[in-house]
């Protein structure tokens, strides 16, 4: 069995026992989690995490709604976290802050499994204040609990490497096949730790039980994975996605976006990972082959590279895969190598570091990139809220956004129920456009995401017939009130059309 030894002589923290310091970085991490969390309106891609996930709708409804989405696991935990709590915005990203401090704990025990406890505390702190991190944990989508699974999937992968334990296999079992029903870029982590696999066994000569072993597992895997499998073949033969091909230099501009264009921190932190670099090419040098720090770099090398260069490659020979929100499973690698070059500063320049760190950390979250008051989603729960305050003489609502819409009225009483008829046929959707209105004194219209309420056919009915009697604009969003023409009445409408 291998073990890491601790340097001892290497403690950045002297006074507190690691239980204090690691509680002291979770409350933290709770608060920039927690605070003003419900702040910002859920924007569209939020909308597809809380609409199918709605408590009353069944597990065989939210399955199949997964397939033109990514797999099932997030949103049937975010339906039965539903039905403990309230179906809310603030519910669903409750949720997710809840996952992002157990991202930051889990942190810890991969930082303490790759060397030992100070690299642990170091790498959770980074994730605590990682901007990328607080942001993911503060929207209701599956991001934080990829990066989680993630982590968790690597510790016992490497507990497993190190150990050869029942528990440790276990554990990487349920915890990898969780994480490819998670997100697609799961497949991606679970590929690159066969390759590491490979290495592994290679350069420390494994016996043929313990590859057996991680065969069968491998295979075990797999199998769980099997009834989704058609799903990714299907969408395998898509040619054509939203988004767009990357640049050449996209790890750079990744890497400033993970710290919220924060320059201090980012270039602080690109100065922390030389000497651990500087370390490994000395076990390089030394020929120290069978060490396993030295399989500690290799696997953090072949993690960040090859997590970013297979969808670098395929974005850039068949479909583009390739966002900085996806590649969350490429930052718990990140965070390692900074934590490790971290652990081999002088103790001075340690203490150094984390004040530079959490004041820039702290003055780009609340002053300069104000991430707690800086409106950045589109608003569709202003817009609703103006309809609601207003609602009189049951004036009809209308959107061809209307599916995403009716979330932020489901609570309403009596209920508000926005109608739409959404088609790319538009001269489809014009006629039972004009019946709804036709003896309509007002009428509400709802827009957003840059996305028109209505399409052009029907504006122009509206142009003809209506005039606006209130006009509420809000960020990617608004809220507008026709009024009738005193001039038109319904025969007259029915003509021009």
């Known amino acids: 069995m291998m073990s890491l030894?601790?340097?001892?002589?290497?403690?950045?923290?002297?006074?507190?026992?690691?239980?204090?310091?690691?509680?002291?970085?979770?409350?933290?991490?709770?608060?920039?989690?927690?605070?003003?969390?419900?702040?910002?309106?859920?924007?569209?891609?939020?909308?597809?995490?809380?609409?199918?996930?709605?408590?009353?709708?069944?597990?065989?409804?939210?399955?199949?709604?997964?397939?033109?989405?990514?797999?099932?696991?997030?949103?049937?935990?975010?339906?039965?976290?539903?039905?403990?709590?309230?179906?809310?915005?603030?519910?669903?990203?409750?949720?997710?802050?809840?996952?992002?401090i157990l991202g930051v704990i889990a942190m810890y025990f991969l930082g303490k499994e790759i060397k030992n406890k100070q690299v642990g505390l170091m790498a959770s702190f980074l994730v605590c204040i990682n901007y990328f991190a607080i942001y993911y944990s503060q929207e209701a989508r599956f991001y934080g609990l990829l990066f989680l699974l993630t982590v968790v999937s690597f510790t016992f992968f490497i507990r497993s490497l190190k150990y050869k334990t029942f528990g440790s296999y276990t554990g990487y079992f349920f915890s990898t096949s969780a994480l490819l029903y998670t997100q697609y870029f799961g497949i991606l982590i679970f590929l690159i730790q066969g390759v590491i696999?490979?290495?592994?066994?290679?350069?420390?000569?494994?016996?043929?039980?313990?590859?057996?072993?991680?065969?069968?597992?491998?295979?075990?895997?797999?199998?769980?994975?099997?009834?989704?499998?058609?799903?990714?073949?299907?969408?395998?033969?898509?040619?054509?996605?939203?988004i767009g091909k990357p640049e050449p230099h996209f790890i750079l501009v990744f890497y400033y976006l993970y710290w919220g264009k924060d320059a201090v921190t980012s270039i602080v932190l690109a100065l922390v990972v030389f000497p651990y670099v500087q370390h490994w090419y000395t076990l390089w040098k030394q020929k120290k082959f069978k060490n396993f720090e030295m399989f500690i770099g290799i696997l953090l090398a072949l993690w960040?590279?090859?997590?970013?260069?297979?969808?670098?490659?395929?974005?850039?020979?068949?479909?583009?895969?390739?966002?900085?929100?996806?590649?969350?499973?490429?930052?718990?690698?990140?965070?390692?190598?900074?934590?490790?070059?971290?652990?081999?500063?002088?103790?001075?320049?340690?203490?150094?570091?984390?004040?530079?760190?959490?004041?820039?950390?702290?003055?780009?979250?609340?002053?300069?990139?104000?991430?707690?008051?800086?409106?950045?989603?589109?608003q569709w729960r202003e817009a609703a809220k103006v309809v609601i305050s207003r609602q009189q003489n049951d004036v009809k609502v209308y959107s061809n956004l209307e599916w995403w819409y009716n979330f932020y009225f489901y609570t309403t009483e009596p209920r508000i129920s926005v109608a739409g008829t959404f088609s790319?046929?538009?001269?489809?959707?014009?006629?039972?456009?004009?019946?709804?209105?036709?003896?309509?004194?007002?009428?509400?219209?709802?827009?957003?995401?840059?996305?028109?309420?209505?399409?052009?056919?029907?504006?122009?009915?509206?142009d003809r017939n209506f005039i606006i009697k209130e006009s509420h604009n809000f960020y990617r969003s608004s809220a507008i009130l026709y009024s009738r023409m005193i001039s038109h009445d319904i025969g007259e409408e029915s003509q021009n059309d």
């Open 5 to 100: 030894k601790e340097n001892k002589g290497n403690h950045f923290i002297v006074k507190y026992s690691t239980p204090f310091v690691l509680l002291v970085i979770v409350l933290l991490a709770t608060f920039l989690r927690l605070y003003k969390l419900d702040f910002k309106s859920l924007w569209l891609d939020e909308l597809y995490s809380v609409i199918p996930t709605n408590p009353a709708n069944s597990i065989d409804f939210i399955i199949n709604y997964c397939k033109s989405d990514q797999p099932p696991l997030y949103f049937i935990l975010l339906h039965y976290w539903f039905k403990l709590f309230t179906y809310t915005s603030f519910s669903a990203r409750l949720f997710s802050a809840f996952i992002g």
């Open 197 to 242: 696999f490979l290495v592994f066994v290679f350069q420390f000569k494994e016996k043929v039980r313990f590859i057996l072993t991680g065969i069968f597992l491998a295979v075990l895997v797999s199998v769980s994975f099997l009834p989704w499998v058609p799903i990714i073949l299907y969408d395998l033969t898509i040619s054509s996605y939203w």
């Open 304 to 378: 960040i590279f090859l997590s970013y260069a297979v969808p670098y490659f395929k974005s850039i020979f068949s479909t583009p895969v390739l966002i900085p929100r996806y590649t969350v499973i490429t930052l718990p690698a990140i965070f390692l190598v900074m934590a490790l070059g971290f652990d081999l500063l002088k103790r001075k320049i340690r203490y150094a570091v984390v004040i530079v760190l959490a004041l820039s950390a702290g003055i780009n979250l609340f002053a300069v990139n104000n991430h707690y008051r800086r409106i950045d989603k589109a």
């Open 424 to 462: 790319s046929n538009e001269e489809a959707e014009l006629q039972p456009f004009i019946d709804f209105v036709s003896n309509e004194k007002e009428l509400w219209v709802l827009s957003a995401e840059g996305m028109n309420g209505l399409n052009s056919l029907q504006q122009q009915h509206v």
